[in-house]
């Protein structure tokens, strides 16, 4: 590979480790902290970028977010040439797997609620639920969306799936596109976001569609805070409409000390961390990607920007 230069630019994140396993990975590149006035670089990693990185670099030819979701990223003005690739898996499907999985188990073993007897002194009983009483919906059957619903279907839990295009995956029911989006949430009890945040998916959980949830409804978001209307999650479930939810993406984060989401305790709260980018996974495949370029081969992970995921 002949040499080139890497420009790494990313909020909230440790630089060092990351540029000492990316010039191991990648000894002929040179691999810099991006400064303003630095010379051109040829491939970024970024991850919440300023505008001013861009406007500064308008010659990348590849820009790597060091996460899935890329709603943060599209929102500025890219070099136009650049292929943009998202991080695919690398380690988080299976963390969002066991984090929805653990979510729809204690819901359907009613364990929060043994738990509070239990901390009470009351050895209590609870009827066993029908697992086909208890059917999961997943909005989004992408790389993590497809791993989630597999895991859920692992436990025998009836589980339906949404996406833009049909999708056919092993024990999961499969809708896809506007037209269906109604039946799915009418045959959804438990509902799991996992779709991207674009103009066609913001504020998609809102009064009107969680309300066609099955009766004891419950919703799990762990795709972004603007696909959630918080105010009509709060008012369904004061009205009993939704039992509860768990949320782990908020549109302010942190969220703010006088969010009502803090006192509400059928609404459990974790500070976005359902999924973590696993720095080791994450160079690793990174340098693969790069190294597929540098021979001219496709790579799995492009972001079609015009459809904004
Ligand atoms: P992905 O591979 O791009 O999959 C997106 C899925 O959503 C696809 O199945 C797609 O349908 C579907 N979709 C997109 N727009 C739709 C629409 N308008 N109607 C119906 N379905 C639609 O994404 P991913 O890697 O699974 O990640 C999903 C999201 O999870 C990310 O965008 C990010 O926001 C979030 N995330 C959160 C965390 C966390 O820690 N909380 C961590 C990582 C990611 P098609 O398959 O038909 O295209």
Redesign the pocket.
């Known amino acids: 590979m002949t040499p080139f230069r890497i420009s790494f630019c990313c909020t909230n994140t440790d630089p060092e480790p990351w540029l000492a396993g990316l010039r191991t990975a990648l000894p002929q590149a040179d691999v810099a902290v991006w400064q303003p006035g630095a010379a051109q670089a040829d491939v970024a990693v970024v991850w919440m970028p300023p505008q001013a990185f861009f406007d500064e670099q308008p010659q990348l030819k590849a820009i790597f977010n060091i996460?899935?979701?890329v709603?943060a990223l599209l929102k500025l003005r890219l070099p136009p040439q650049a292929v943009v690739v998202r991080l695919e898996d690398a380690g988080?499907a299976v963390q969002?797997a066991e984090y929805v999985c653990q979510a729809v188990i204690r819901q359907f073993r009613d364990l929060n609620a043994y738990a509070d007897d239990v901390h009470a002194g009351h050895w209590t009983y609870y009827p066993p639920r029908q697992r086909r009483d208890f059917p999961v919906g997943v909005m989004?059957?992408?790389?993590?969306?497809a791993r989630v619903a597999q895991a859920l279907a692992h436990f025998e839990f009836p589980v339906l799936g949404?996406?833009?295009?049909p999708?056919q995956l092993d024990g999961v029911r499969g809708f896809?596109g506007p037209a269906q989006f109604h039946d799915f949430l009418a045959s959804s009890r438990v509902l799991v976001n996992?779709?991207?945040?674009?103009p066609?998916?913001a504020n998609i959980l809102n009064r009107d569609t969680l309300s066609r949830l099955q009766p004891g409804g419950y919703v799990i978001n762990?795709?972004?805070g603007a696909h959630l209307v918080d105010e009509d999650l709060l008012a369904l479930i004061h009205s009993g409409q939704l039992v509860g939810a768990l949320l782990?993406?908020f549109r302010t984060e942190p969220l703010p000390a006088e969010h009502p989401f803090w006192r509400e305790p059928r609404i459990t709260l974790t500070p976005?961390?359902?999924?973590?980018t696993l720095r080791e996974d994450s160079i690793a495949q990174i340098v693969g990607k790069i190294a597929a370029m540098a021979r001219g081969e496709s790579v799995a992970g492009r972001v079609d920007v015009g459809r904004g995921?």
């Open positions: 996460g899935a979701g709603d988080m969002m989004g059957l992408g790389v993590l969306g949404w996406s833009q295009t999708k896809h996992l779709l991207p945040l674009t066609e998916t762990v795709a972004r782990d993406v976005h961390t359902s999924a973590r995921y």
